[in-house]
DNA sequence: GAACCTAATTGAAACGTTCCATTCACATGG
DNA sequence: CCATGTGAATGGAACGTTTCAATTAGGTTC
């Protein structure tokens, strides 16, 4: 059906090898013979062969990125940066969705090796560390992605750990004493990092972090997963009844019993979801409840209580990734790695009580 | 640098094709001899050269998502019905983001073809029926997705036009008798199609859609578009005065000179990025002017005036939309083409003062 | 022990490109 | 008229698989 070079060259009367100088070295062939071949490709409505050119090419144009959550608009506006800078150094890009499985992530990587990709964009799931080295190591560059890497590798990210402190100093500022710290699992980086920024405000505060934070772990960084952290944290017999309610569910460093008057989520995802709730069961924020969140996606602003949050460089993000990683795959001679380190910003809005007082300690 | 099949034959001593049956037709081979070739395998760190078999079979195990806007939650909702399916599938998708650009979605759909993917699966930017048409008759299978599409091929869509029409029946219901419509580019299908429901909403009440209805067209479909509608509607002498202001911007059927009540944008986006900047300019919604969408994204639920919306069924749409396209490819001979029509629903929250009582003619 | 089966393995021919060393046609200068 | 040079086109090898007809090794059957 789909036409080759061969059928091309012998409808313009020429050798394939000429078909082939007119796709890649226009320069070489004459005019006239040219024009001949271009007629032909039109004609038969000539599509040259990805596999084979990258076959014997031994390398495609495309790059992989592989995200978290698509689903997320962090995740999305990263995109966007890889794409704009991939697209104009003439790469597609093959967008895979781990959705934080551990299987799926492992599948895609494998997708993409085989594929022969430029290279790999990746917000690995959990620490795959090893696997990643492998896969360096047979000849596809690697650049983490939103994580500060290890040494032998590009890597471009946020400083979480700092993130994650201006969060928390930022409530501890407005007076917050207790504070209820929902986050997804530890395994994934940035969930560490943040965790161990907010230990470090409390600590610098000259505070106890067993009694100022609160913990809750819940296995996914999504509105829904922010759902379920806020009846957590409204306990068992809540409805409506805002946090009058009884025992907390804590996970974490702090004994319960005590009511946090803040929440600090590790993404917008979450928090929206928890504010969401909070919403439904007649919580007032930041009155009863202050939250933050961090990542600052654009719906963040529009919520129904503005929401605070830590400001990170999506698009920025992206767009480094892509260039460090496309420097790598294209001058691997001239190339040294590199480890961008953005900086956090904190955005505060109406959900932290910007405006209003703070809560009593 | 890599290793291919023929240094995993000659380290386990058997001859390439045995390799290669060891990877397609395990039941092929003695389990002794697959025992030694899986370790060779291993020990070599063996990856398949996806080119090259793909080159031989003629047709990858990846298929192309062409959308308008990968920032838009509706879109990447759509993409997890596709990559579900597909993955369930044993196909891996290729996401690619036309940011309703004509060129770039071009240029996609090229690197799509030359991929040889198994099938695309796109919602276009423009009508683009003879460029489809012509990529379907070199073989590769196409879905129009979020579009009725036209004889001889799949199509998933949901009915725009009705999704138009309940949306502007919704406001008329409410006493709205001046209803402003903020559309994206009409060249863009489902553009057109909300507008004539609207249209039909008006005409089937009885009342003149010149007289009712002003049309407000924007570039884009995205927030920062619906901000500059909004600054549109409010007029130029506007601030903070509410529509107290004069002259308003009427692209449309209607004489200017009387301000609308109600407004009516095509997706979420639009409608979001206009609410935040109602707000900054304040004007109360839905008292001074009531709002409705279209797509209901999550984030619609959440905003600071809940977003009333047009639903429609985006991780359905995206999967019945993958199983089209895979059975057309997988079976040729069987598949017949198929035009899938879902039913839009309106949710109707406070933006459009679903409880409040309506505003007067 | 010849004749036949079956199961396992082999080797070579494709697949559609790109690359490169040749060949060709023709003009130029001696 | 031969040697030389130049620009254009050619033809075949190579890329790493899969497929398939052919071969081999062992086992059964008569």
């Known amino acids: 059906m789909a036409a080759g070079m061969k059928d091309v060259a012998s409808l313009a009367g020429v050798a394939v090898g000429t078909v082939s100088n007119v796709l890649n070295h226009p320069d070489l062939v004459r005019p006239l013979t040219r024009a001949r071949v271009e007629a032909a490709m039109e004609e038969l409505g000539f599509i040259p062969n990805g596999s084979a050119r990258q076959l014997r090419a031994g390398r495609s144009r495309c790059l992989g990125l592989v995200?978290?959550?698509?689903?997320?608009?962090?995740?999305?506006?990263?995109?966007?940066?890889?794409?704009?800078?991939?697209?104009?150094?003439?790469?597609?890009?093959?967008?895979?969705?781990?959705?934080?499985?551990?299987?799926?992530?492992?599948?895609?990587?494998?997708?993409?090796?085989?594929?022969?990709?430029?290279?790999?964009?990746?917000?690995?799931?959990?620490?795959r560390a090893p696997e990643l080295r492998r896969i360096r190591d047979r000849g596809t560059p690697v650049v983490l992605l939103d994580r500060p890497g290890s040494a032998g590798q590009c890597s471009v990210a946020v400083d979480d750990r700092r993130g994650g402190e201006i969060a928390v100093s930022h409530l501890l500022d407005l007076g917050h004493r207790r504070i209820a710290l929902v986050n997804g699992p530890l395994a994934i980086r940035q969930c560490a990092d943040r965790r161990r920024g907010a230990l470090r405000a409390v600590e610098r505060a000259g505070l106890d972090p067993a009694a100022?934070?609160?913990?809750?772990?819940?296995?996914?960084?999504?509105?829904?997963?922010?759902?379920?952290?806020?009846?957590?944290?409204?306990?068992?017999?809540?409805?409506?009844?805002g946090l009058a309610s009884t025992g907390l569910a804590s996970t974490g460093l702090a004994p319960a019993?005590?009511?946090?008057?803040?929440?600090?989520?590790?993404?917008?995802?979450?928090?929206?979801?928890?504010?969401?709730?909070?919403?439904?069961?007649?919580?007032?924020?930041?009155?009863?409840?202050?939250?933050?969140?961090?990542?600052?996606?654009?719906?963040?602003?529009?919520?129904?209580?503005?929401?605070?949050?830590?400001?990170?460089?999506?698009?920025?993000?992206?767009?480094?990734?892509a260039e460090l990683l496309l420097d790598e795959a294209d001058r691997p001679e001239e190339h040294e790695h590199r480890r961008?380190?953005?900086?956090?910003?904190?955005?505060?809005r109406a959900s932290s009580g910007e405006t209003a007082s703070a809560v009593p300690a």
Chains 1, 2 share one sequence.
């Open 67 to 127: 995200v978290l959550d698509v689903t997320n608009p962090f995740f999305t506006e990263v995109a966007r940066g890889v794409e704009d800078y991939a697209q104009a150094a003439g790469y597609a890009v093959i967008l895979c969705n781990s959705d934080e499985a551990d299987d799926k992530e492992r599948r895609y990587l494998r997708v993409l090796e085989e594929q022969r990709v430029r290279g790999i964009l990746i917000t690995p799931v959990h620490g």
């Open 257 to 321: 019993g005590r009511k946090p008057t803040a929440v600090f989520c590790t993404n917008d995802m979450l928090a929206l979801g928890l504010l969401r709730r909070l919403g439904q069961a007649g919580v007032a924020v930041p009155g009863d409840l202050a939250v933050v969140g961090y990542d600052d996606i654009e719906f963040a602003a529009d919520a129904a209580v503005p929401l605070t949050s830590v400001r990170q460089p999506k698009y920025q993000l992206g767009r480094a990734a």
């Open 212 to 241: 100022v934070l609160t913990e809750v772990t819940v296995p996914a960084m999504n509105a829904r997963a922010g759902a379920v952290a806020a009846d957590e944290l409204l306990g068992p017999g809540l409805a409506s009844t």
């Open 340 to 348: 961008f380190v953005f900086k956090p910003e904190l955005v505060a």
